[in-house]
């Protein structure tokens, strides 16, 4: 539920397997939480759905070891998955901290906001591990190494020479974060 252009929202996999036809969902499940939705990760309230026969099995995993959500929290549940609007001023948010990085370090990088999601996704100009090290030593600023988020491919490595940075600080922090990413040095190196 997390997308740029609110005009023109993403279809979801289950939604795209509807307009396919495909109403069994074989091979299909989806995973939603409040932790991204709502920005309530401590909450742990979510869903599973779509192939029966998938989840046929993961309900008897949960059965044996999940555990039973505290009221208090399926009380809060209840009203952030009730709620639309703070999931639209949540994607605002995140809109805005696309569009400060986007418009403060276009001299530097080329970041693609992508059309779902609250992360950015730079290429680096040297060494994925190395930059992160890098922004975190001499800007203080934390992001993960491509690389360490996808698996190896025969040739390459698809996060190799990128970095993921979320956008979940305030627009305030991520302000602050673009303007010594733009003073930087690191992108000269």
């Not at 998938?54 to 070891?65: F, K, N, P, S, V």
């Not at 809109?95 to 996704?121: C, E, V």
């Not at 996808?150 to 303007?179: F, H, I």
């Amino acid at each position: 539920e997390l997308y740029y252009d609110e005009s023109a929202p993403p279809l979801g996999l289950l939604q795209a397997c509807e307009q396919l036809g495909r109403r069994d969902f074989k091979r299909c499940i989806v995973f939603n939480s409040l932790s991204k939705r709502s920005n309530l990760a401590g909450v742990r309230s979510g869903f599973v759905a779509g192939d029966a026969d998938i989840l046929a099995h993961y309900l008897l995993y949960r059965t044996y070891h999940g555990c039973t959500m505290p009221l208090p929290t399926q009380h809060a549940s209840i009203v952030a998955w009730g709620d639309e609007a703070h999931v639209i001023e949540n994607r605002a948010a995140y809109r805005k901290k696309y569009d400060l990085f986007t418009s403060a370090l276009a001299n530097h990088w080329a970041l693609d906001i992508p059309a779902g999601s609250f992360y950015l996704w730079p290429p680096t100009p040297t060494n994925d591990i190395e930059f992160a090290k890098a922004l975190y030593e001499e800007l203080n600023i934390v992001v993960l190494p491509g690389q360490f988020l996808s698996r190896a491919l025969p040739n390459e490595n698809p996060g190799k020479n990128r970095v993921r940075m979320a956008l979940v600080a305030t627009y305030e922090q991520c302000a602050d974060a673009a303007a010594r990413l733009k003073s930087s040095t690191l992108f000269t190196k």
